[in-house]
């Protein structure tokens, strides 16, 4: 066994101590007496430090150590918190951030030694340095006070002959016996790899020669929160229960020399007792550990009980789900073509398989749903450096952080609300001054609100700041060329607005290395579409702008009307459809050629589809058009509308979305294909292409 | 499973199809299914060799017309037609083919080596083997899709 099946374990811890850390820090920096948030802060610290000294990241390790030191001064009130020693320990995470994205792509640290760093962080304290080990020791002593006895488990182990024999020789030899139990924190989540990183950091020092739980079972995670067991080494005792407290999540190795019995035991009856004394002493333990977590709760969020699953294997399980929604499909498509009268008992059935399918697939939806909270709560930190930065002063508003996105749309939706954010602070709110003087409130505000609504989520950016000047951008665009001033004459401040979302397109006057450059909201704009969502904005001059992002919860299985054209079936999803209508042939109108119509007050147009799919046109007997008016899909794209011309409508459905191979060219027209119920496949119109 | 004459370095499994009156082999290690005709979807604006997609067991595949892409008379397909599912690198992609004969076993020694020169489908030839009395034109299937990706 190497550890480079943990790395991924300490990628993922470093990420979230990190986050732990920037929250702290900033909530640390509004309220600098808070001494739980310094504890806080202190043990994610000091896990950091453990985990990259397990990992062997020398370079990371001393920094954290050195961050830990500054707290472990603030904590013993040696030293108060001011917005310099704030900013550092910023850089610093930022510099951790650093050895963590190195660690990401080469899994090394890298040679980045940030000296000056540790060098500033020493330079803040002002006392000389105590040492962290030190420290976490005091911390530890009254705990092996309070409950020491019953925390001795390895007290009721029993010692078989040959192990007595082992011990007694090592004594002989001059070497130390130590009898430990160690602790996992209860909220950790791999106990075997923390009692691996715990035997593996032994390794070397010493020999264990018996564990309990055996060292197979700990392997399977098959004990609680402890484990105890008997090491010959020649090392200290506090050199062992050092090795062991530097792996993270250990709560606690108890750990003494061990008096090795002298009497000559039956092992087997009195196994049985000494485990059960185990589970008692366990159980006391838990209620211990629950009175103690109760004291804690108000200050320590509550852990989130969760179990990492690779994607690959929900995407199984989601595939198997979609092959049952084929075939329940397909079923109902067999109930409804028959003309015998249909049993009553078989269409119980398939109503039952509709109802487990449909909570089925909700479930494993489910499971594939992540809180935006994970991509969002990076954003308070950065507002924070932005108003540093401009000299703005600014604070962020977030509601709705438990909001749920499907786990592939939370992976891509953060470099897009980002750029909105930078936007909002940037271009956005007005200087300090300015705001002073138009009687605006000093700090300006940027709200970040995620809500459901129906199957979409929307994500609203907003601020409270100037908002956009439409006459501004319509000089800006007319002098790009974008447009004509003929165009900007008649175009409406929607249109003027949506030219934001033109590529290479900035109203900004000067360029920060914040926003600017006019790479941005065309992105943000594309990314967003590649999501199936879309994005609107809303301004008022004076008052602020608001950006609304409209994401699809899910993107596997959607609701879809299943049309015919010329004879082949396809899938429009419902979500973009507005209503449907039959347009007589009479009441098409043509601008510039193209054929629209006049639809209560909007002109819309027409889009033939058996045109766009090139699809030959049938001339059957019974498509009498000209005399029974079109059949026209009304479509949608945020503000924008058009018709589609079908032949026959199919009904609606429930579609599973598959890709349609490797190999074979899709138009940007079709989304993907589907299978239907009696097997045949079917494309997926993406109708924001057409309109 | 006829692996035992698999591990002979020299012998390979081939499926024999029939395109006309030639017969192709297809090294058998390519071949993941051998379907009857079905109902294919039609897809626009893509690639002109490409007949459509096909749902084999609820995974979507796309087939390829052989005649199309060495421009072959079409030709009515028969109760014969066959889509032969291959598989590379995991991705899979369906041929339609007159008929699918038989598996035939060949050496090195019955394969003679090709040179190609001209634009049809020989360009996608390993070379050709004898069997019986007859001729198999080995099909380079790595080359083929090598060329199907380029032309993506």
């Known amino acids: 066994m190497d550890l480079s099946q943990y790395l991924e374990i300490f990628i993922d811890e470093t990420k979230e101590h990190l986050q732990n850390l920037n929250e702290q820090v900033l909530i640390l920096e509004a309220e600098p007496e808070n001494i739980d948030t310094v504890n806080e802060i202190f043990r994610a610290a000091h896990s950091l430090k453990g985990m990259a000294g397990t990992m062997g990241?020398?370079?990371?390790?001393?920094?954290?150590?050195?961050?830990?030191?500054?707290?472990?001064?603030?904590?013993?009130?040696?030293?108060?918190?001011?917005?310099?020693?704030?900013?550092?320990?910023?850089?610093?995470?930022?510099?951790?951030?650093?050895?963590?994205?190195?660690?990401?792509?080469?899994?090394?640290?890298?040679?980045?030694?940030?000296?000056?760093?540790?060098?500033?962080?020493?330079?803040?304290?002002?006392?000389?340095?105590?040492?962290?080990?030190?420290?976490?020791?005091?911390?530890?002593?009254?705990?092996?006070?309070?409950?020491?006895?019953?925390?001795?488990?390895?007290?009721?182990?029993?010692?078989?002959?040959?192990?007595?024999?082992?011990?007694?020789?090592?004594?002989?030899?001059?070497?130390?016996?130590?009898?430990?139990?160690?602790?996992?924190?209860?909220?950790?989540?791999?106990?075997?790899?923390?009692?691996?990183?715990?035997?593996?950091?032994?390794?070397?020092?010493?020999?264990?020669?018996?564990?309990?739980?055996?060292?197979?079972?700990?392997?399977?995670?098959?004990?609680?929160?402890?484990f105890s067991m008997f090491i010959i080494t020649e090392k200290s005792i506090e050199e062992i229960k050092k090795i062991i407290e530097n792996v993270s999540e250990i709560e606690e190795a108890v750990i003494e020399q061990f008096e090795i019995p002298t009497e000559v035991q039956d092992s087997t009856p009195k196994n049985d007792k000494a485990e059960k004394e185990e589970k008692k002493t366990g159980k006391e333990n838990d209620e211990k550990a629950e009175k103690k977590s109760n004291s804690k709760a108000v200050s320590k969020p509550v852990v989130n009980r969760s179990v990492r699953?690779?994607?690959?294997?929900?995407?199984?399980?989601?595939?198997?789900?979609?092959?049952?929604?084929?075939?329940?499909?397909?079923?109902?498509?067999?109930?409804?073509?028959?003309?015998?009268?249909?049993?009553?008992?078989?269409?119980?059935?398939?109503?039952?398989?509709?109802?487990?399918?449909t909570n089925l697939h909700e479930s494993v939806m489910k499971v594939r749903m992540v809180p935006i909270e994970s991509v969002v709560n990076r954003f308070p930190?950065?507002?924070?450096?932005?108003?540093?930065?401009?000299?703005?002063?600014?604070?962020?508003?977030?509601?709705?952080?438990?909001?749920?996105?499907?786990?592939?749309?939370?992976?891509?939706?953060?470099?897009?609300?980002?750029?909105?954010?930078?936007?909002?602070?940037?271009?956005?709110?007005?200087?300090?001054?300015?705001?002073?003087?138009?009687?605006?409130?000093?700090?300006?505000?940027?709200?970040?609100?995620?809500?459901?609504?129906?199957?979409?989520?929307?994500?609203?950016?907003?601020?409270?700041?100037?908002?956009?000047?439409?006459?501004?951008?319509?000089?800006?665009?007319?002098?790009?060329?974008?447009?004509?001033?003929?165009?900007?004459?008649?175009?409406?401040?929607?249109e003027a607005v949506d030219l934001l979302f033109q590529p290479a397109f900035s109203t900004?006057?000067?360029?920060?290395?914040?926003?600017?450059?006019?790479?941005?909201?065309?992105?943000?704009?594309?990314?967003?579409?590649?999501?199936?969502?879309?994005?609107?904005?809303?301004?008022?001059?004076?008052?602020?702008?608001?950006?609304?992002?409209?994401?699809?919860?899910?993107?596997?299985?959607?609701?879809?009307?299943?049309?015919?054209?010329?004879?082949?079936?396809?899938?429009?999803?419902?979500?973009?459809?507005?209503?449907?209508?039959?347009?007589?042939?009479?009441?098409?109108?043509?601008?510039?050629?193209?054929?629209?119509?006049?639809?209560?007050?909007?002109?819309?147009p027409l889009i033939r589809l058996n045109e766009v799919l090139d699809i030959e046109p049938v001339e059957s007997e019974d498509s009498n058009e000209e005399l029974d008016g079109l059949i026209v899909v009304i479509v949608k794209k945020g503000d924008k509308q058009a018709g589609l011309v079908i032949d026959r409508l199919l009904g609606q459905q429930e579609i599973v979305i598959k890709p349609l191979g490797k190999y074979i060219r899709v138009p940007k027209l079709i989304s993907g294909a589907t299978i239907l119920g009696n097997g045949e496949v079917a494309l997926i119109i993406d109708s924001n292409t057409l309109v | 499973m006829m692996d035992t004459n698999a591990s002979i370095n020299d012998m390979k499994q081939y499926i024999i199809l029939r395109f006309d009156d030639e017969q192709y082999g297809i090294d058998i290690s390519y071949i993941d299914n051998i379907v009857r005709l079905q109902p294919i979807t039609r897809v626009p604006h893509t690639q002109s060799f490409f007949l459509g997609i096909i749902n084999l067991r609820g995974e979507i595949i796309p087939v390829m017309s052989m005649r199309r892409k060495f421009e072959l008379p079409e030709k009515e397909n028969t109760n014969a037609t066959r889509i032969l599912i291959i598989k590379v690198d995991g991705n899979k992609i369906g041929i339609l083919v007159d008929e699918v004969r038989e598996v035939v076993t060949l050496t090195d020694a019955d394969i003679e080596k090709v040179s190609s020169d001209s634009n049809d489908m020989r360009t996608y030839l390993t070379g050709v083997g004898k069997y019986n009395d007859s001729l198999i034109s080995l099909l380079n299937i790595a080359g083929l899709i090598t060329d199907i990706e380029s032309e993506f």
Do not use: W
């Open chain 1, 57 to 226: 990241y020398k370079r990371m390790q001393r920094l954290t150590h050195d961050m830990e030191n500054v707290f472990s001064e603030i904590r013993n009130g040696k030293m108060n918190v001011d917005a310099d020693m704030v900013d550092i320990v910023f850089k610093c995470l930022d510099a951790i951030e650093g050895y963590l994205n190195c660690i990401i792509e080469t899994s090394d640290e890298g040679t980045e030694d940030n000296e000056e760093l540790i060098e500033l962080l020493n330079a803040t304290m002002e006392n000389s340095h105590s040492d962290g080990s030190e420290e976490q020791q005091k911390e530890a002593a009254p705990k092996v006070a309070a409950g020491s006895e019953e925390r001795k488990k390895y007290k009721n182990i029993t010692i078989l002959d040959y192990e007595k024999n082992a011990m007694l020789e090592a004594k002989q030899k001059g070497l130390n016996v130590f009898a430990t139990t160690v602790y996992i924190q209860e909220s950790c989540l791999l106990k075997a790899a923390r009692a691996f990183l715990v035997f593996k950091g032994l390794e070397g020092k010493g020999e264990i020669i018996k564990s309990v739980p055996s060292v197979q079972d700990i392997e399977d995670e098959k004990f609680e929160f402890d």
């Open chain 1, 309 to 357: 699953v690779d994607i690959e294997k929900l995407d199984d399980l989601m595939n198997l789900v979609s092959e049952l929604i084929i075939a329940k499909n397909g079923l109902v498509s067999v109930s409804g073509g028959s003309a015998i009268q249909q049993d009553q008992t078989f269409n119980d059935q398939i109503e039952y398989l509709e109802r487990i399918t």
């Open chain 1, 381 to 494: 930190r950065m507002i924070r450096d932005l108003s540093k930065k401009l000299n703005k002063e600014m604070e962020l508003i977030m509601t709705g952080e438990d909001t749920e996105l499907d786990r592939t749309v939370i992976d891509e939706i953060g470099d897009p609300l980002m750029h909105m954010l930078r936007n909002a602070a940037d271009h956005g709110l007005e200087p300090t001054i300015e705001r002073l003087k138009i009687g605006k409130p000093q700090v300006g505000t940027i709200r970040l609100d995620a809500y459901q609504d129906g199957n979409n989520v929307t994500i609203e950016v907003s601020d409270d700041g100037a908002g956009v000047d439409v006459e501004k951008i319509k000089r800006k665009a007319i002098e790009k060329g974008t447009i004509t001033e003929e165009q900007a004459e008649y175009m409406s401040e929607k």
């Open chain 1, 508 to 604: 900004a006057e000067k360029i920060s290395d914040v926003s600017g450059r006019g790479v941005g909201l065309d992105v943000v704009k594309n990314k967003i579409e590649g999501l199936g969502g879309d994005v609107e904005v809303v301004t008022k001059l004076g008052e602020g702008t608001t950006f609304i992002v409209r994401l699809p919860l899910t993107l596997a299985i959607i609701q879809a009307l299943m049309v015919d054209v010329c004879g082949e079936k396809y899938a429009l999803p419902l979500n973009s459809i507005v209503t449907l209508e039959e347009i007589m042939p009479e009441d098409i109108r043509y601008v510039h050629t193209k054929e629209v119509i006049n639809l209560r007050g909007q002109v819309i």
